[in-house]
């Protein structure tokens, strides 16, 4: 008898959503001008989204809706409901704009177009791109997550993007880069939080090479079936979802490849409780509470937290032979 043994987070064959393909016109005519120069993303297992979504918050970034809905890849899959699109929508940290979870209206006063990208650092060469010139460059695709925030509570969301190794693929990192390092907008006439100069504005964040190019790591365009609302942190943002959720910074304009290990935004803050690595772990407590369980939003439910937020069949190799490493702080 041939047995399939499926991965932690798959579901059943058959209770996916059957495959229907289709073709998006406005992508089609933007790569037919690209030529060779397109990045191929992965396409197997492939549907598309089906759950009309509530109403939520509103958001200002409208220049790509013919994007979205995106297929679903449906080798990314939960093991619990997905949050309610108001709820996760209205319910969001974005320092930039406040250190309160209301700041979705606040965050709509950002201007999302144009938005540009820098890609600098030890590339082979340093460019500029418009974030719809990226998005000619990529297959979009939906992916369910778990997001896991530092402060103990929980959400399931269904983003669309695509793998943030295309883009490392694109950039055409040198030999010796071994870091990846994001940054965020700088904009404090529009955004009040980066008025206060106890923190070290802008946002940044860092990962290594080896975790830049894993499959689950995620470069976000879209949120719950339509472009990135800008409290998600439009209009691209990353989602790491075996990390605390400060990691998965939003509103990326600046990437560059280094040799050197980025220090992060909350590093800098709190090295004593926000680390480099930030990997879910529920034996390693925050110094100021626990991280053995999780609060559900929507739900308020307390669930038990997972080592590498269930991601572990997929992440842990990353971390062999660091041991000597804090690697949860």
């Not at 946002?203 to 975790?211: D, F, K, N, Q």
């Not at 040799?259 to 390693?284: I, K, Q």
């Not at 609060?295 to 990353?318: H, K």
């Amino acid at each position: 008898m041939h047995i399939i043994a499926r991965r932690s987070w798959e579901i059943a064959e058959a209770c996916a959503t059957p495959e229907e393909v289709f073709l998006n016109r406005r992508r089609f005519l933007a790569r037919a001008g690209l030529g060779a120069g397109l990045i191929a993303g992965a396409a197997t297992g492939l549907v598309p989204l089906r759950a009309q979504a509530q109403e939520q918050a509103p958001s200002a970034n409208v220049a790509t809706t013919d994007l979205y809905p995106a297929r679903r890849n449906a080798a990314y899959t939960l093991d619990r409901d997905l949050t309610d699109e108001d709820t996760a929508s209205t319910y969001n940290n974005f320092y930039e704009f406040g250190s309160h979870k209301r700041i979705y209206k606040a965050a709509q006063a950002m201007k999302l177009s144009p938005w540009q990208i820098r890609i600098d650092g030890m590339v082979e060469e340093e460019r500029v791109l418009d974030i719809d010139d990226l998005l000619a460059r990529v297959d979009l695709e939906e992916r369910l997550y778990r997001h896991r925030c530092v402060e103990a509570w929980a959400m399931a969301v269904p983003w669309t993007g695509f793998a943030l190794a295309d883009l490392v693929r694109l950039a055409r990192p040198k030999a010796g880069a071994t870091h990846v390092r994001f940054q965020t907008f700088f904009d404090p006439d529009v955004a009040s939080g980066q008025r206060q100069s106890w923190y070290p504005w802008p946002y940044t964040e860092g990962v290594t090479m080896a975790e830049a190019t894993n499959e689950l790591a995620f470069l976000v365009t879209g949120v719950y079936g339509k472009p990135l609302a800008a409290q998600f942190g439009a209009p691209l943002r990353l989602a790491l979802p075996w990390k605390y959720g400060f990691k998965s910074i939003k509103s990326i304009n600046r990437i560059t490849f280094t040799s050197e290990r980025p220090t992060s935004f909350w590093e800098a803050v709190g090295p004593s409780e926000y680390g480099f690595w930030a990997n879910v772990n529920p034996e390693v407590p925050h110094p100021r509470w626990s991280q053995a369980s999780e609060r559900l939003l929507g739900t308020d439910e307390s669930v038990p937290t997972r080592l590498f937020n269930g991601y572990a069949e997929q992440v842990a190799a990353i971390y062999q032979g660091l041991e000597g490493e804090a690697l949860y702080r």
